[in-house]
C-alpha cells in the first residue's frame, strides 16, 4: 500500500522502480485513463493498492484502488516499455542443455527486442553437432562465442558482446578467477561441468555469493539427484532466478579422487578437460 498526495508522485515512484528493474531504459509516455476514459489530471489524495500486469506487448498496466471508495480510478498505461526481460528456459531433450545455457545467457544480458534472430538461428545450427547430434562440442561453443563477440547488425545495435572462452587451468574459482571477474562485471558464464566419467553438462552461472556459485540449470533435477550439503536445487523466485547453488570446493574436486558416482555430479573436472565461456555486455 502506498499514499501520495498527487498523481505525480505515485508515477514518479513506480517510474523508479521500473527503471532500476529494466536497466534505467526511458519510458517513453505516461497516460492515465478514468472509467470513462477521459484523461484526467489530477486524483484525490487516498491510499490506494496497485495490481500490475504486463502485456505481451510489454505494456505495463497499473490499477489504484481507493480504499474508502468501491470504485477504481481506472489504469495507469504506461507505453513503449519494449524491455522486458525474458524468463529462462529449460531444455526440450536430454541434449541441448548448451544451445539452451548460451539463450538464457542472452536473456539474462539483454531484452527481447535487442537479440537479433540471426543469433537465434546459428546457435541452435552450430550446436548439437555431436554424432547424432546428441551434444555439443567444445569447438562448436567455442566459435560461436568467437562470433557472438563479432557480430554486428545495424537494425540491432543494442546487441554488443564481448565473449571469451577459457578452458583448462584458466578454469578455476580462486582470487584470481577470470569467471569471478566476469560475474562480478554483471557478467554471465556458460559452465560445462562433468555428471560422471563420460557426461557434460552445460549450466548457466549467473553470480558468485560467499564461496557458492549461483547457477541456472536447463535441466532442473530433484533433491534426491545429488545427497551432499554442497550442491543444493532451489526454486527460483523471480524470472531470472537460479535453481542450483554448488559449492566452490565441490566444484573444484578432483575427479580422479571422488569415489562414488553421486561425487563426480556437477564438478569441474579435470583440468584438461575444463571449458567456460564468459559473456558480458559490451555497452557495460
Known amino acids: 500500500m502506498i499514499s501520495s498526495k498527487s498523481p505525480t508522485s505515485i508515477v514518479q515512484f513506480f517510474c523508479h522502480i521500473i527503471s532500476a528493474c529494466f536497466r534505467q531504459y526511458p519510458l517513453t509516455d505516461i497516460v492515465y485513463l478514468s472509467r470513462s476514459n477521459k484523461h484526467k489530471s489530477t486524483m484525490p489524495s487516498h491510499c490506494y493498492t496497485v495490481n500490475m500486469a504486463v502485456t505481451a506487448d510489454s505494456l505495463f498496466f497499473f490499477q489504484f484502488n481507493r480504499h474508502?471508495?468501491?470504485?477504481?480510478?481506472?489504469?495507469?498505461?504506461?507505453?513503449?516499455?519494449?524491455?522486458?526481460?525474458?524468463?529462462?528456459?529449460?531444455?526440450?531433450?536430454?541434449?541441448?542443455?548448451?544451445?539452451?545455457?548460451?539463450?538464457?545467457?542472452?536473456?539474462?544480458?539483454?531484452?527481447?527486442?535487442?537479440?537479433?534472430?540471426?543469433?537465434?538461428?546459428?546457435?541452435?545450427?552450430?550446436?548439437?553437432?555431436?554424432?547424432?547430434?546428441?551434444?555439443?562440442?567444445?569447438?562448436?561453443?567455442?566459435?560461436?562465442?568467437?562470433?557472438?563477440?563479432?557480430?554486428?547488425?545495424?537494425?540491432?545495435?543494442?546487441?554488443a558482446l564481448k565473449s571469451k572462452t577459457i578452458t583448462g587451468r584458466q578454469v578455476h574459482f580462486r582470487k584470481s578467477s577470470r569467471i569471478l571477474r566476469c560475474l562480478n562485471s554483471h557478467g554471465a558464464v556458460v559452465l560445462n561441468l562433468q555428471m560422471n566419467h563420460s557426461e557434460w553438462h552445460c549450466v548457466l552461472g549467473l553470480r558468485a555469493e560467499e564461496n557458492w556459485l549461483h547457477c541456472y540449470d536447463p535441466a532442473p533435477r530433484l533433491r534426491k539427484f545429488a545427497h551432499t550439503d554442497a550442491i543444493k536445487f532451489i526454486t527460483p523466485t523471480e524470472p531470472h532466478g537460479s535453481n542450483l547453488i554448488i559449492r566452490f570446493d565441490w566444484l573444484s574436486k578432483d575427479l580422479e579422487k571422488a569415489q562414488s558416482l553421486q561425487e563426480r555430479k556437477y564438478i569441474l573436472g579435470t583440468e584438461e578437460e575444463r571449458q567456460c565461456l564468459l559473456l558480458n555486455r559490451a555497452d557495460d
Open 68 to 159: 474508502d471508495q468501491s470504485s477504481l480510478l481506472g489504469p495507469i498505461i504506461l507505453k513503449g516499455v519494449s524491455h522486458v526481460k525474458i524468463p529462462f528456459r529449460h531444455q526440450v531433450t536430454n541434449y541441448d542443455c548448451a544451445p539452451t545455457s548460451i539463450i538464457n545467457a542472452l536473456s539474462y544480458l539483454f531484452n527481447r527486442k535487442e537479440i537479433p534472430p540471426f543469433i537465434v538461428h546459428r546457435i541452435y545450427m552450430d550446436c548439437l553437432d555431436a554424432e547424432s547430434f546428441r551434444g555439443t562440442s567444445g569447438r562448436a561453443i567455442q566459435n560461436l562465442g568467437f562470433l557472438l563477440s563479432q557480430y554486428k547488425e545495424q537494425s540491432f545495435r543494442r546487441f
